[in-house]
């Protein structure tokens, strides 16, 4: 699949997301947003996966360690074929198998259910240990965000994934600079977050996250090291795409009225229309 093809999708999953926390009138749009491409390119081109099959044994895994991002994940399984599209507007209602962080008992192509932050790369180092252990080549992908890796858990795992070498384990941080209290930096400063996963024994790979070619790259080279994982630290723009959520951490956990979803959708209409003028 081409870039063109990628963006175009990209933005059908970030209009996905800003209509279903819309519907929902809660959700976390901010860090969905930044996502979105790193988000479109695992399941429309990295993964081996297969919608008519959710549960395929040799599937790779994903873990949406950032669980609160579920509208992300959502969006991206939607426009992948898992479930209708039209779902999307039943985030968060009772009744709906779209939850406000991922099931895995209830949502097709969920391989953890997630929210309590820093626990996702610990399953996921789990799971990549399982397939060493039973000799299957599948590949295990974790998104973790740049706020979540405070969380002293998430060195842990780190710490038994690099002592394991576990180079079939892939951690993404969407690197978008800003959590729920404001920028990371102020909150409790990570920085540099690439050293700190050198120290652990990863293969680090910095890049632009809304960049295809620098996406594509690094998961090309993830897949290509042998005997150490692979850490994508990927810088992106909270709330990317909508014009006045870009940047502002106040849109973390805050669902657009009806007038800001218009508006957000109507900038999304336009970077669709640009990306076809391509």
């Known amino acids: 699949m081409d870039n063109l093809e990628l963006k175009k999708i990209a933005n059908e999953v970030r209009k996905g997301i800003v209509t279903g926390v819309h519907a929902a009138k809660a959700g ?3 860090g969905s947003l930044s996502c979105a491409d790193i988000m479109t390119y695992l399941y429309f081109e990295e993964m081996n ?4 099959n959710p549960n395929k044994e040799d599937r790779d ?7 609160h991002v579920a509208p992300a994940l959502y ?3 939607a ?7 039209e779902e999307l507007t039943t985030l968060r209602k009772l009744g709906s198998h779209l939850q406000g962080h991922p099931c895995m008992q209830h949502t097709p192509g969920v391989d953890m259910s997630s929210g309590s932050l820093g626990q996702g790369i610990s399953v996921a180092t789990g799971m990549a240990l399982s397939a060493k252990l039973s000799n299957d080549d599948y590949r295990v992908y974790t998104l973790l965000g740049d706020g979540e890796i405070a969380e002293g858990q998430v060195w842990e795992a780190a710490m038994f994934a690099g002592f394991k070498k576990l180079d ?3 951690v993404i941080v969407d690197n978008n600079g800003l959590q729920i209290d404001g920028r990371i930096e102020d909150v409790c400063d990570p920085n540099p977050i690439p050293d700190k996963f050198k120290a652990f024994n990863f293969h680090v790979i910095e890049i632009d996250g809304h960049d295809f070619d620098q996406i594509r790259a690094a998961f090309k080279e993830a897949k290509e090291t042998k005997g150490m994982p692979t850490a994508i630290i990927a810088k992106t723009t909270k709330g990317k795409g909508v014009s006045f959520m870009e940047d502002q951490a ?3 956990g805050k669902a657009p009225n009806d007038e800001q979803y218009a508006q957000a959708m109507a ?3 336009k970077v669709g229309e640009a990306i076809c003028q391509k």
């Open 28 to 30: 976390h749009p901010g």
């Open 49 to 52: 996966i297969d919608p008519k």
């Open 61 to 67: 895994r994903f873990v949406l360690s950032k669980g």
């Open 75 to 77: 969006a991206t399984l």
């Open 79 to 85: 426009n992948r074929g898992y479930f209708p599209v």
């Open 168 to 170: 079939n384990l892939v």
């Open 250 to 252: 106040g849109w973390h």
């Open 267 to 269: 900038d999304l209409e």
